[in-house]
């Protein structure tokens, strides 16, 4: 089946630092999403972006379905975006995500 | 907003039991689907469905059964409980098959 594969596994950063965590993906997809879980283990859907670039206020996704891989932007980070960001493909298979931790 | 419950948050069984989660969804979508999330294993799909009455197998069925009788209701059965299905399961829907999913809060299931 297809292989997710997620960077940098933890993350770390100061409040009001950018961020960029990459997702890689081992055969062509018709359905990428990234998800944010919470600490309290809810997850939910940021994007739904197969192909393209899409920005919701200080997050924006880009895939590039041709070389197989789709980066998530976290700009001026805030505590509560703290949590683990996973990216899952087709039906769907997620990646083991990575653990973002914003510092005060 | 699309929502997503599940029956119960946190669950402890004993081996050998028959255990039931509940999911429901209140915005008439087609498709649904349960996971499994374990530490170091990310999230696995065990079994999904496209219609009332319809289910398919995901990655990692063994153990576990399904039941779609009406389209908002999807329930996860597990026929006798083992230890290794301790793990957080977690419930979603969609309207198109590979659309934008929607999960539910999860229930943490501990089996003894």
């Known amino acids: 089946g297809i292989q997710v594969e997620q960077s940098p596994p933890d993350l770390i950063l100061q409040e009001g630092a950018n961020s960029t965590l990459r997702c890689n993906f081992s055969?062509?997809?018709?359905?990428l999403q990234w998800f944010h879980q919470n600490p309290w283990g809810q997850l939910i859907n940021l994007f739904y972006i197969p192909s393209g670039t899409k920005q919701n206020g200080r997050l924006s996704a880009t895939t590039v379905a041709t070389e197989r891989y789709s980066l998530l932007y976290i700009s001026s980070s805030q505590t509560t975006d703290s949590g683990v960001y996973f990216c899952a493909v087709e039906k769907l298979t997620f990646g083991t995500g990575t653990r973002l931790t914003i510092i005060p | 907003d699309v929502k997503v419950t599940q029956s119960s948050r946190y669950l402890v069984k004993r081996t050998g039991e028959k255990v039931f989660l509940e999911c429901v969804q209140d915005?008439?979508?087609?498709?649904m689907f349960w996971y499994r999330q374990d530490p170091g294993l990310g999230l696995r799909l065990i079994y999904f469905s496209y219609d009332v009455k319809m289910k398919e197998k995901g990655d990692i069925p063994e153990g576990y059964s399904v039941s779609r009788e009406k389209k908002e209701r999807f329930s996860l059965i597990l026929e006798s409980a083992s230890t290794n299905q301790t793990s957080m399961y977690l419930c979603?829907?969609?309207?198109?098959?590979?659309?934008?999913?929607?999960f539910g809060p999860g229930t943490r299931l501990t089996v003894l």
């Open positions: 055969d062509s997809v018709n359905n």
């Open positions: 979603a829907s969609s309207f198109n098959f590979r659309g934008e999913q929607f």
């Open positions: 915005m008439d979508h087609e498709n």
